[in-house]
């Protein structure tokens, strides 16, 4: 009971630290939900297939699923490597401090350097995702943000400068996108095609929009089709104001949530180790319940480790049938014995209950529900030193020229050891028929004798009977 107890206080805690750091990577990446989907799909196709017996899909499978599987993995080679670089750090529950912390710091810095070289910019970040049908042109990519590679976009030198740059989640996600444009009647004299297309942008979507005029040297915000000048009287005042604009109102209210989460996850993962220690065995058995079916193989009899001057005779039945239940795509297999010890055995009659504990070549995934019969009977026995006597032999290919006269057999018994209760004191065996066909003039010969002796009868000494008959010929 004891040591139950510390292997369930064991297992909650490996189990816990594992759903930890899983939970946490997952948070921290979540393309690694479609990674995961894409693999689990991948097994249950695989295991439709094999259960469904389909030859030709089957075939396709088989050879498809190793450059798909490669090419999935490989498609999610970023996050792993992130994962695997965190890790090596010592990071290993996750990392929720993601682009999303330093984000408006980010696009401060940004909107103050472009303003800085004069670089005129459009810079667009949606906030619900129906966006794609507004946004067009331009080339999709998905890269981390930093200062220095949105001021180079917008760069005069850039081939994709002209149009916007697109930020989904905190990720940089299209360069040189074009935005529709709003309607220049009643708009301002100084709007350009930047100002009109933040305009046009916000309109029809929820986001917001940040338009850098490198004439003016001005930064305005759009959103709701309203522009916004931004300041940029004093330090960090554009920092300020943008965090204003996306509800972070302060360094300390991320980390606050860092803590919440993190104790969350802890204590989610506790909560679920717990309940899966101490009902997996029975959930297992459920799931082993409803996908097995019974199926029924034969198996031989077969004795193993019998002392030294002992046998077994009469053993009833020498084939028994066993009723297993296995998995819905497990095909019997032969070779499967019941295998009866008998290392401390002693002379007299047995009745042996099957049981699956003898069974020898079981699958793993297969378990024996019944044996058809449910027990063989048997009997142990002395092995005996008896003298066997030799019967006469009987002969044919006689001539017709000639007749038996007389015979003497060279010696008339022998002994040998016994292993089977049939063979009693003062048994004898018969010698195989006498050939004499190639025999055509009367004496006397001397002819050997050839014994077919069963197997549970060895002569002293372990060597064959060579006995010879000298037979007696005359002419009629």
Known sequence: MVEAAYIHVLDILLGTIVLRMAFGWLLS???????????????????????????????????????????????????????????????????????????????????????????????????????????HGGEEVDASLNSSLLVSLFNPDCPRHDGAAVIIN????????????????????????????????????????????????????????????????????????????????????????????????????????????FNINAWKAQLSESSTVLTSVEARVEIASLPEGLFVDDIKPTEVTLFLKAPQIFKPIGGMTVLVNLKEAKSGKYTLNLSEAIVAGLPRDAKVERFNPSFIQYTVAETRNLKISIEKPEFTGLSKSLKLGGLKIEQESFRAEVRDTKWKLGASVKPQIVDLSTINKAGIYRLPLSFNLPPTIKPAGGTELKFDVSVELKAK
Not at 79 to 94: C, N, Q, V
Not at 103 to 123: D, K, N
Not at 215 to 223: C, F, L, T
Request: aromatic fraction near 10%; charge should be positive.
């Open 170 to 277: 905190n990720r940089l996600k299209r360069i040189g996108a074009f935005l529709p444009l709003a309607s220049a009647e009643g708009s301002e004299s100084q709007m350009g095609t930047r100002h009109l297309a933040a305009l046009g942008l916000t309109q029809v979507t929820e986001s917001h929009v940040f338009v850098v005029s490198e004439e003016r040297q001005v930064i305005s915000y759009v959103h709701d089709g309203k522009l916004t000048l931004l300041p940029l009287t004093c330090a960090g005042g554009l920092d300020k104001a943008l965090k204003e604009i996306f509800g972070k109102k302060s360094d300390r209210e991320p980390n606050s949530k860092r803590m919440v989460l993190a104790y969350a996850l802890w204590i989610g993962s506790f909560l679920l180790a717990l309940t899966c220690s």
């Open 29 to 135: 990446y979540p393309r690694l939900l479609r990674l995961i989907f894409m693999l689990v799909s991948l097994v249950a196709l695989g295991f439709l297939v094999q259960v469904t017996q389909l030859p030709f899909s089957g075939l396709l499978f088989w050879l498809l699923v190793a450059p798909v599987s490669l090419v999935v993995l490989l498609s999610f080679l970023p996050e792993l490597g992130k994962i695997y670089h965190l890790a090596s750090r010592g990071h290993l529950f996750g990392n929720f401090r993601n682009e999303s912390e330093n984000f408006t710091p980010i696009l401060a810095a940004t909107l103050e350097e472009l303003v800085r070289r004069r670089y005129g910019a459009l810079i667009a970040i949606p906030t619900s995702g129906e966006v794609d049908s507004f946004i």
